[in-house]
Structures are given as structure tokens and as C-alpha cells.
């Protein structure tokens, strides 16, 4: 297979040097770079305007086995990034070293988006038509609203689509679950009063604290580990209270709960559940109010492991001497917004680490993004 690290790291290099950080995004200027490098002309070609320099791109490269479309996803946009200085080396300069490349995007995403042109340019100088059709998905805005992967799912763009196979970071290793997953902000409004008299007010602190321990424990109740998952969480990422000085209780609390579901778990009966608990405490306390905010709701997704297209990928690594075990998902990805409800079979697989501390030095070995664009070039030439 000619993919080269040479030409792995000149095009991994351009890609994170065109910044595609969130909020902003600006996805249609990498579009204008990923142009120059396949003959988008002679393909059927659309690009997704989304306004605001924001855009996917859905392209389909024919093959000779028209009942089989291997849909090919990977988003475009990177974390933000919003303090350079603890960085060794600019964030966007994509500093090569040591056999890694760092810099912003490097492992969630533009590593994995980097295998998927190297595996495609690679399958193309090998043959004037594929073995089956694939079909190119880039999506936009994959670390928030998931506004790419929802326009081709509405648009009806994978509607011939036979299985999908999402570029993410999972270290070369095969991903067939991810959790489900639910950002809760839940709002507590009580009454002030002086410390000594705390008899005298409703700590609406006191109260949302004691909502959040109910709420993890029942996410948690009877809840069996996953043997690729663990178990499901329930994190608080923010809590305050006000009260006006620090002898008076709060009059107002605000929470935001970080829920992880396992597949199993219906997203619904957890904020049904939510809801019941939030009602029963207001009942109970006189002058209490509490409301809640879904701010993200994705459902989990999750392939049996003697799936066929789990069973030919893991064939297909094994023929490549790399490691087909399989593993859970962890982060956020275009997965939740296609899958539930596709119902298409899909694996996760693509170079980088899954969760890893990207805020400072985000990196990814020049290798593994090499190994992924081989994997996906012979599976594509296999199936």
C-alpha cells in the first residue's frame, strides 16, 4: 500500500494549520483544502451550507458493487481553544516530534479526517473504480449540536448507505458502544434567611444537593456494568447558590449534571424519573421550586460483537497484524446523531486516544493515523 508518512504528515500538518476550532468553526475553509485533493468535479458532490463559513460535505466515490455503500464519517471541527501558553509549541503549527504530531485537533479530529483521505487517495491511484460505492461524510460542528451529521441524516443522504464507520479517536482498537449521554441544568429557588434561623427560609442549596445525590443514585440503582462501557455516572460539573452574604442560606441554587447511559438505559425514563424526584421534594417542602433544562440528550448505541461487519473488521485488522479488540466509545461524536436513528450496523475506529487530555499539547502518533488509512484502504479493497 503506498501511504507514506510523509505524505500523512503533509496532509495531517495542513489540516490542523486551518482552524476549525468551536465556537466559530469555520469548516467550509477546510472544505476549500480537502477540494484540492480528490476530482470532486467527475463524483456526485454536495456540500451542506450552514451559514456562517460553517459547512459538510456528503460525496459519493461509485464502485463496482453497488449494493454495498461504506459510509466513511468523520467531523471537521476541533475544540476551542482559548489559552495558548502553556502549549511547548504553537497549537497550530503542527509541530512534528518524537513520531507524534502536536497540535489543536491532532487526535480528536483532523488525524482521523487525515486516514480518510490517505485510505481514499491510496484506493483511487490503485484502481479507476472501487470495489464498492463509499461515501465521504465530513461533518461540521461535531463537539456541540452535532449540526452536520443531523443535516445529512434529514437530508436523506444515507439513505443507500449498507454500514458506517465512524473515524474516531479509539487507538486503533474497534469501538462498537458508546454511552448515551445527558447534560441536565436543574434551577432551585427557595427563600433567604439569617443562618441562625435556617427554620425561618428554604435552603434552596441545601435542597439541590440533596436533589443531585438522589438523582445519581437513581441513575444508579440496579444498573449492571457494561462489559465495554462500566457503569453509568452521574458528575456534577457546576454548582452555585445564591444567597446574598455568607450567613444568609441561598435563596437560589443552579446545578448541571453530566449523565452517562448505558444502552440499555432509556434517556426519557432517566429525566422522567428526574421529574418525578424534582416534584416529590417540592411537595414536600412548601416554598420550594425547582425546574430543569435538557441543555444535550443523546441516546447510547451499541453492536453485538459477532455482528458480520464487527467480525470483518476484526478479520481485516488481524490480516494487517494490528489489534482488533474491541472497546466502548467514551466522548461525544457524530455517532449519537446517526445511529438511534439509522439503524444502520457501524464501528467506531481511527487513530488518537479516546478522552484524553486535550486543553494542553493534543497530539497524535503520525503512525496510527498512517495504520488507520492502511486498515480502512484494504477493507475497502476487501468487502
Not at 516530534?97 to 483511487?124: D, E, P, Q
Not at 465512524?166 to 441536565?184: C, H, M, S, Y
Amino acid at each position: 500500500m503506498v501511504i507514506s508518512e510523509e505524505n500523512a504528515l503533509a496532509i495531517l500538518q495542513q489540516l490542523v494549520r486551518i482552524r476549525t476550532h468551536q465556537p466559530e468553526g469555520d469548516e467550509s475553509d477546510l472544505l476549500d483544502y480537502i477540494f484540492t485533493l480528490f476530482p470532486f468535479e467527475s463524483l456526485w458532490t454536495h456540500v451542506i451550507d450552514h451559514g456562517g463559513n460553517r459547512a459538510s460535505l456528503v460525496s459519493l466515490f461509485p464502485g463496482k458493487d453497488k449494493t454495498r455503500t461504506i459510509a466513511l464519517i468523520g467531523q471537521m471541527d476541533t475544540h476551542g481553544l482559548t489559552n495558548t501558553e502553556k502549549w511547548d509549541s504553537p497549537p497550530y503549527r503542527a509541530t512534528f516530534r518524537n513520531g507524534y504530531v502536536y497540535g489543536r485537533g491532532t487526535s480528536n479530529m483532523k488525524g482521523g479526517v487525515a486516514s480518510i483521505i490517505l485510505a481514499l487517495r491510496n484506493l483511487l491511484r490503485k484502481e479507476r473504480t472501487l470495489p464498492v460505492n463509499v461515501l465521504l461524510c465530513l461533518t461540521a460542528d461535531g463537539e456541540l449540536e452535532g449540526t452536520g451529521a443531523k443535516a445529512i441524516l434529514r437530508g436523506g443522504f444515507l439513505q443507500g448507505a449498507t454500514e458506517l464507520v465512524f473515524v474516531e479517536p479509539t487507538d486503533g482498537k474497534i469501538a462498537i458502544a458508546q454511552k448515551g449521554a445527558i447534560w441536565l441544568k436543574i434551577t432551585s429557588k427557595g427563600k433567604t434567611c439569617h443562618t441562625c434561623f435556617p427554620e425561618n427560609g428554604v435552603d434552596a442549596l441545601e435542597c439541590l444537593l440533596l436533589l443531585c445525590r438522589r438523582i445519581r443514585c437513581s441513575v444508579s440503582l440496579h444498573a449492571v456494568p457494561h462489559p465495554l462501557l462500566g457503569r453509568p455516572l452521574c458528575i456534577p460539573t457546576k454548582l452555585e447558590g445564591e444567597g446574598g452574604a455568607p450567613n444568609f442560606i441561598a435563596e437560589r441554587g443552579e446545578a448541571v449534571l453530566d449523565i452517562r447511559l448505558l444502552p440499555y438505559q432509556d434517556n426519557q425514563e432517566i429525566l422522567d424519573q428526574v421529574e418525578a424526584l424534582a416534584r416529590r421534594m417540592t411537595l414536600r417542602k412548601p416554598g420550594l421550586a425547582i425546574s430543569t433544562e435538557v441543555l444535550v440528550n443523546r441516546r447510547s448505541s451499541t453492536m453485538p460483537e459477532d455482528a458480520p461487519l464487527v467480525r470483518r473488521f476484526q478479520d481485516n485488522l488481524r490480516s494487517l497484524g494490528m489489534d482488533a479488540s474491541l472497546v466502548g466509545f467514551h466522548s461525544f461524536s457524530d455517532v449519537s446523531r446517526i445511529v438511534p436513528y439509522s439503524g444502520l450496523p457501524f464501528v467506531i475506529f481511527g487513530p488518537g486516544e479516546d478522552i484524553v487530555e486535550t486543553s494542553v499539547n493534543e497530539k497524535v502518533r503520525l503512525a496510527s493515523v498512517v495504520d488507520v488509512a492502511k486498515a480502512l484502504t484494504r477493507y475497502i479493497g476487501a468487502v
